[in-house]
C-alpha cells in the first residue's frame, strides 16, 4: 500500500498527464524520472520573450521548464528552472523560477505547470512586480504593460463538438 507521499505523487502524475492530453499539442511531457515520478520535464508551445547579445527583445514560442518534487514534497515546494532561454522578471539567469514565497501543499503539480505557463506569457494576473530574480526583465515588462500578456493560451482545450475548438 502507498504511502500518502507516493499517493499525492501518483495523483500528480495522472493529473499531469491528463493535462498534457487535452493540451491540444501547446503542453508536451518530455521526460519523467522517479516511479513515481519526482522529476518532470514539460515542453510549453506559447509565447515568451528572450534577450540577444544586443539587448534586443524577441519572441520564443518553444519552452522547456523542468520540476523537481524534493523529499518533503508538497509539504515544501518544487523546485522548477526552464532549460531554454527566456527573459522573464519570474527567472534567474542560472534558469530558476522564482514560486514566490508561499506555498500550499494543496496546489497540485498541474496547476503549478498552468501558473509557469501563465508566468512565461507575461500574464498580469501572475506576475509580481518584487520578484527578485531578474530586475532586467522586470524593468521591460513595467515599461511595456500595453503589449502584455503575450499570449492567451490557456493549455486546456474545451471539449466541444468537433470543428469547434475554444480556448480558455
Known amino acids: ?96 523560477i522564482c514560486l514566490g514565497s508561499v506555498w500550499s501543499p494543496t496546489e497540485t503539480l498541474d496547476n503549478l505547470i498552468l501558473r509557469i505557463g501563465a508566468l512565461i506569457q507575461l500574464d498580469p494576473k501572475v506576475l509580481d512586480e518584487k520578484s527578485p530574480a531578474n530586475v532586467t526583465a522586470n524593468l521591460w515588462v513595467q515599461k511595456n504593460r500595453q503589449k502584455l500578456p503575450l499570449g492567451t493560451i490557456g493549455f486546456k482545450v474545451a471539449k466541444t463538438p468537433p470543428n469547434r475548438i475554444q480556448w480558455f
Open 1 to 96: 500500500m502507498a504511502n500518502p507521499r507516493e499517493r499525492r505523487l501518483l495523483s500528480d502524475f495522472e493529473k499531469v498527464k491528463n493535462l498534457v492530453s487535452e493540451s491540444g499539442g501547446t503542453l508536451k511531457l518530455i521526460k519523467t524520472t522517479g516511479n513515481p515520478p519526482t522529476s518532470y520535464t514539460v515542453e510549453y508551445h506559447c509565447p515568451g520573450i528572450d534577450i540577444n547579445s544586443s539587448d534586443q527583445v524577441f519572441l520564443r514560442n518553444l519552452h522547456q521548464a523542468e520540476f523537481n518534487l524534493g523529499l518533503n514534497y508538497p509539504f515544501e515546494k518544487p523546485t522548477a528552472r526552464m532549460l531554454t532561454p527566456i527573459f522573464n522578471p519570474h527567472v534567474f539567469s542560472s534558469g530558476a
